[in-house]
């Protein structure tokens, strides 16, 4: 049933589920506490319905997917998030990696003969990779391979390499853009309530910061993405006040891209001990996204974290992207329990999976840019 229908045929709804359909379907913003009432109370095909005809609305049945692969210079970090499966402390180096400028660069070369269109750079944090280190890093990808796009480090890498490095954000930032950074991962982003951040995410940049990078990137005239780590020991409380910071944000800058929620997973870290949510948790959680940033245009569901087949399902509560290829290249997942140990999906697999969820696949660059448009069944991907 649609938005439409199920408003005009049924007299049983509640009167508050009505009172937010109808915000939806006059595109109105939904209240934090129409959010949390979404959390809590409706059934979730209800939610679904609301984010399904937002999604459609704006994207019609497509789905976005990109080639991508990802560099991670260490695992070796000088924090200590609970939640943090795949970071080494520094008196455990030798149970991590700590790869040199050649090995990466080495990285990047190996992808010289396929049509990836990203490389995504994230790690640990470790003095080594500092300013000079990644100035030096993003010219040598641009001299080798210039049209790469560039979707590197979050506020937590940058607050720390240009404290050492004693110069402001906007500095900083204008002096990574020069030598080749073309977009920010959403990452670091944790939970943006100081005392949930402090107790999971201690010592990193704080959310202001966090907020602020952002914000000057954007301004700078370059676009990122924003995630919400959720499913530990937050409450939908803090969900809804993460979102609300993402959403003035972008109501002011309009940097954007995509809301990407990731799932806490249990395996190898400090919070073990918590039970992850449920599947119907997460499409709910989704959801929420689409229906409340009403701001974002593209609400991702990252495979290699949540699984393939609830990012297939995601794709009717909201989710419109799925990120990409991958090709085995991260290991954050993979160390924290998540269910592809070698997470790597061909094109072909890709554009298979998002047909057999009846959505429409197409290939994009890093800034939604189509590169290949799969929505005709008979279009077999190279
Ligand atoms: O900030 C770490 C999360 C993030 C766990 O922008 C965990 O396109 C769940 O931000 N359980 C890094 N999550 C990854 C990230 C990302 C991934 C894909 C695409 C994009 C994008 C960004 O991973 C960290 C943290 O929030 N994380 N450990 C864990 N055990
Ligand atoms: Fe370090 Fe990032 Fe892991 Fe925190 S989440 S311990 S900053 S690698």
């Not at 692969?69 to 180096?93: A, D, G, M, Q």
């Not at 944090?125 to 010219?139: A, R, S, T």
């Not at 290699?304 to 990409?324: E, H, R, W």
Request: glycine content about 6%.
């Amino acid at each position: 049933m649609n938005l439409l229908s199920y408003l005009s045929s049924s007299n049983k709804v509640e009167r508050r589920e009505k009172e937010i359909a109808e915000k939806v379907l006059n595109k109105v913003r939904i209240s934090d506490e129409d959010a949390l009432y979404l959390y809590t109370k409706p059934e979730l095909p209800f939610v679904g319905m609301l984010a399904n005809h937002i999604r459609t609305e704006r994207h019609g049945k497509k789905t976005y997917f990109n080639r991508n692969f990802h560099v991670e210079p260490t695992n070796v970090c000088i924090y200590t998030c609970t939640f943090c499966s795949y970071s080494r402390l520094i008196k455990k180096r030798d149970e991590g990696w700590e790869f040199t400028m050649d090995e990466i660069l080495d990285q990047i070369k190996a992808y010289d003969d396929q049509p990836v269109t990203e490389v995504h750079i994230v790690g640990g944090v470790l003095p080594q990779y500092n300013y000079q280190f990644y100035i030096d890093l993003y010219k040598a990808i641009k001299a080798h391979r210039p049209e790469l796009h560039i979707k590197a480090l979050t506020p937590v890498e940058y607050h720390y390499i240009f404290k050492k490095a004693k110069v402001s954000y906007r500095e900083g930032m204008q002096a990574m853009v020069d030598a080749g950074l073309d977009s920010m991962p959403g990452g670091g982003a944790e939970i943006f309530d100081e005392e949930i951040r402090k107790e999971i995410a201690g010592g990193k940049c704080s959310s202001a910061e966090w907020l602020e990078m952002h914000q000057i990137l954007h301004e700078l005239g370059h676009r990122s993405n924003a995630t919400m780590l959720y499913g530990h020991v937050e409450n939908y409380e803090h969900r809804v006040d993460h979102m609300r910071r993402l959403r003035e944000l972008q109501d002011k800058t309009g940097g954007f891209q995509t809301f990407i929620p990731l799932k806490f997973r249990n395996q190898n870290n400090q919070l073990s001990h918590l039970d992850e949510v449920s599947v119907l948790e997460d499409l709910r959680n989704y959801a929420l996204g689409r229906i409340y940033l009403d701001n974002f245009d593209h609400v991702k569901a990252y495979w290699p974290m949540i699984g393939k087949k609830t990012a297939q399902l995601s794709l009717s509560y909201g989710v419109n992207d799925l990120d990409g290829t991958i090709d085995d290249t991260t290991k954050i997942y993979s160390m924290a329990g998540a269910e592809d140990q070698n997470p790597a999906l061909s094109t072909g697999e890709l554009v298979d999976m998002i047909r057999r969820a009846g959505k429409e696949p197409i290939e994009r660059d890093t800034l939604y840019g189509i590169v290949n448009d799969f929505s005709d069944p008979e279009l077999i991907p190279q």
